[in-house]
């Protein structure tokens, strides 16, 4: 097995040599890109079906917190990236519509939960199952060994995503 050549804090160029870490790193990239115009594209057809009922902002928002539900409201500015007032007032524009509902944690009613309310929950299902079909149409070429080569592959780039959670560094 070979050793990982890349150390944990070591300065990896931004151009030029180490070229084989540049190789290894684009494809990372490109991988990531076609994943996010893929998802993008899907996302942006899907809220057409629900335009006239929320804004294409908030559909955004609620695709971003639909696996974390039920949160408090600072996992959804974790999650979204908003500030604690855009998501107080996201929060309350879902509720207003329907799609969430707030009630106090049993163990510290200082915390309020957000949930899906019913409703809200059949809907975002069958957003995922019409994604998974989407998905699913890209694979539907490869053989069992590449699914589970896929599969291993994308377990493995989670792994290594969630064990760094938030802790992005700087340059």
């Known amino acids: 097995m070979k050793k990982n050549p890349i150390k ?25 890109r076609i994943l996010e115009i893929k998802r993008k594209r899907f996302i942006e057809n899907d809220w057409q079906h629900y335009a006239k009922l929320i804004p294409r902002q908030q559909f955004l928002h609620l695709m971003n917190v639909r696996h974390s539900l039920p949160c408090n409201l600072a996992k959804i500015m974790q999650v979204t990236g908003m500030t604690s007032a855009g998501a107080s007032i996201f929060v309350d524009k879902m509720v207003k519509q329907g799609a969430f509902e ?19 929950q059949q809907i975002t299902e069958r957003i995922d199952d019409r994604l998974n079909r989407y998905i699913f149409q890209y694979f539907a070429d490869c053989s069992d060994g ?18 760094r959670g938030d802790e992005d560094s700087e340059l």
């Open 8 to 32: 944990k804090n070591e300065q990896v160029p931004l151009s030029g040599k180490p070229e084989h870490l540049l190789d290894r790193v684009e494809v990372f990239k490109r991988m990531c």
């Open 102 to 120: 707030r009630h106090e944690d049993g163990n510290d009613r200082r915390n309020i939960i957000i949930s899906f309310t019913p409703r809200a």
């Open 146 to 163: 590449e699914l589970e080569m896929l599969e291993q592959a994308s377990r493995l780039v989670c792994r290594v995503l969630d064990a």
